[in-house]
């Protein structure tokens, strides 16, 4: 392959090594078009910052391209590269802690009065820690720069200390997305809300035939590196797979380790029911657990599947896009927003019975993008060319 100054690879199709090469970049590199005999991908912050969230580590990612590069590589990649490698993980995003709690309370007296007015805002809002999150980093100089832009600052409710910002959940994606516009992606660690319980399994048998069924082991390796053995690094992202590959079998399959229940957001009326007719077949849960809100049917259940349609409405006076805001009992069910920069905030508001996104769409997105953390890539030549039973 050869990598030019501005990070575009060239990589030839007839070559011995392709194989090799097109994984390895599938894991840090966009591909850009695929013709016949020269693929290209593009390096890109995105893509490395992707890299990054997956475990893979710079000195890898350029012993790669040094093996299979033709020529050697231009200084400036290898520059960048390390560059962006060293930007992820110097942000984090956590859930506040009673210590720090308490010295927000205590340090009261101590702060200007701009902050003093955030305070004050903090204790007339009776927030609880589940509404607070702390923005960190371990350099002081970082988080100075992070305070002083006009565009982060809206966010933050106070300064803890030289390493450590207060800001208000309600804003997370809009964090996020202005962290990745100055080059800093925040490394998510805050986890999610425990919805309610809702047993579910994966069968050993489908329903209809008796057929035996199991999970193949991408489709399996997809599932845990969506979920991260529950943790917080878990619980978000996009899993790339191609056509006919199981997406819908990954989903399910993340359900049943989640076990709460769930909102799916398909794509139309057909992939509503797919979704339906997969979790009866493949899955424990009974069907009247099930709700199909479509424009045939408005059911809301423990399981519920929906359209990105009937999810959202938009007007032009406020540029919001939200649910249909009303159900058929006159209840709010869901909400989401529009930014002035029209990117959907994903997230679920005065909802209590759905708290996980599982499907096409995923909600709390790690960069702040409409697209999220690249979990889990596999192209359709190495499902088909890997015995993954």
């Known amino acids: 392959m050869i990598i030019q100054g501005d990070g575009t690879i060239l990589l030839e199709v007839e070559s011995e090594s392709y194989p090799e090469c097109r994984d390895w ?3 840090f590199a966009e591909l850009v078009k695929s013709p016949e005999h020269i693929h290209t991908y593009k390096i890109t912050p995105i893509a490395i910052w992707n890299a990054a969230a997956s475990g893979l580590k710079s000195d890898k990612v350029l012993q790669v391209l040094e093996k299979f590069s033709k020529y050697h590589l231009p200084q400036n990649i290898v520059i960048d590269i390390r560059d962006w490698f060293s930007r992820y993980g110097k942000i984090k995003l956590e859930k506040i802690t009673d210590k720090k709690r308490n010295e927000v309370q205590s340090s009261s007296k101590k702060i200007n009065n701009n902050d003093s007015q955030s305070l004050i805002s903090l204790n007339s809002k009776s927030y609880s820690n589940i509404n607070l ?21 809206k966010y933050v409710l106070y300064k803890l200390d030289s390493n450590n910002l207060l800001t208000d959940a309600e804003f997370r994606g809009q964090i996020k997305n202005a962290l990745i516009k100055i080059g800093y992606p925040v490394e998510d660690l805050v986890g999610y809300i425990t919805g309610d319980p809702l047993p579910l399994e994966i069968r050993e048998k489908m329903a209809s035939t008796g057929e035996k069924f199991h999970l193949r082991r991408y489709q399996q390796d997809a599932s845990e590196a969506f979920y991260v053995s529950g943790s917080e690094r878990g619980g978000s ?31 139309s009326t057909v992939g509503v029911r797919q979704w339906i007719r997969e979790l009866v077949e493949k899955s424990s849960i009974d069907k009247e657990m099930i709700g199909e809100y479509t424009g045939d049917l408005k059911e809301i259940k423990p399981i519920t599947v929906t359209t990105y349609q009937c999810l959202t409405y938009s007007t032009t006076s406020n540029r919001s896009i939200g649910i249909r805001s009303k159900d058929r009992n006159g209840d709010k069910v869901y ?29 709390n997105i790690k960069y702040g993008n409409n697209e999220g953390d690249k979990t889990y890539y596999c192209n359709h030549i190495s499902v088909s060319d890997i015995q993954y039973y």
Do not use: F
Not at 133 to 153: A, F
Not at 239 to 254: F, Q
């Open 237 to 267: 992202g996009v899993i790339v797979l191609p056509c006919g590959a199981g997406k819908t079998i990954v989903g399910i399959d993340i359900m049943s380790k989640i076990c709460q229940e769930t909102l799916v957001i398909g794509s």
């Open 335 to 363: 909400s989401v927003e529009k930014n002035k920069d029209g990117n959907i905030d994903n997230r679920i508001l005065e909802n209590d019975e759905l708290d996980n996104i599982v499907g096409n769409a995923i909600t």
């Open 133 to 153: 999150l702390v923005l960190s980093s371990s350099d002081d100089i970082l988080i100075t720069e992070i305070y002083s832009n006009k565009s982060i600052n």
């Open 25 to 27: 970049l599938s894991r």
